[in-house]
């Protein structure tokens, strides 16, 4: 009888490991200034789930424009980016920190910010660096594993943006060719930073509608160049959940739980 309880017991554990598994979503912030509101976000996810990775939500205070969920129907259009915002604003005022904390669980960070710490703030590249640092700082104070997709900056139409601050297209330049060197040399193992080049390739002038913001081409760029970065992210991070097993819907950490329960097996048997 004691037997036969522990097998159903042991069978009701294991379906409910098995579905826990299944429903585990991984959360995911695109985060950064005006740039992060355009529809590539939209657009990747369309690309992730044509690939077959859904287990994935998008979360921020943030709502994209409704043209991104007509362009892309049914698409998650929530998102941390707000518009003229600099990184070195969030880091002297803890902004990131508030929005990780208005999440019960952020598992991935994807960050595209730092035009407007150039083009408004004309702040020096090591203050900006200083910031990203903090920034990535809050991130794993958040979650010691946070999975970190961090792109560069897509270059300036120098026409349009060196007008009024004759370094700004330069200045950007110099920015995402110091990301990509920076970021590898903030990645850990536990948590990984993912670097993305959205400068390459990007034309300022027929990928956006400013010489700044992307238009449709242009997003639909962003979203090619996120995708595979992004998609190792979420694995990652499915993977490392699991293992863990963060568990709202038991209750309790199902390690224990298994523990607990072989024990009691042992001493049944
Ligand atoms: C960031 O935090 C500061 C200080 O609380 C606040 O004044 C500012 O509006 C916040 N920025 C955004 C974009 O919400
Ligand atoms: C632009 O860059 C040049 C050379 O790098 C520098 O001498 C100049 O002071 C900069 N101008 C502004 C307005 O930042
Ligand atoms: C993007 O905008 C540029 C200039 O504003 C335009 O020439 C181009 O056709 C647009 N491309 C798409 C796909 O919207
Ligand atoms: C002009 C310039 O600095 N371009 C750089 C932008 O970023 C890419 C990738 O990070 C570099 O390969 C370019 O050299």
Redesign the pocket.
Known sequence: MMVKFGAITAYGLLSLAGEAMAQQTVKVMPFGASIVARCWRNDLEAKLKSAGITNFDFVGSQKGSPDCVAQFPGSDNDHEG?AG?QAT??AA???LT?WLNQQPVVDVVVMFLGHNDVVLGHKPQEQIFRAYSTLITQMRMKNPKMQIVWSNLTPLDPKRWDKDSPNNSKDIAALSAKIKEFAPAISTMDSPVRFVDNFSGYDPVADTEDGLHPNKSGNEKMASKFFSATRDAIQAASKGTAKTMRNSNIGTDFNNVVRDFLKEQRRAS
């Open positions: 707000h915002s604003d969030y005022h803890g902004n508030t």
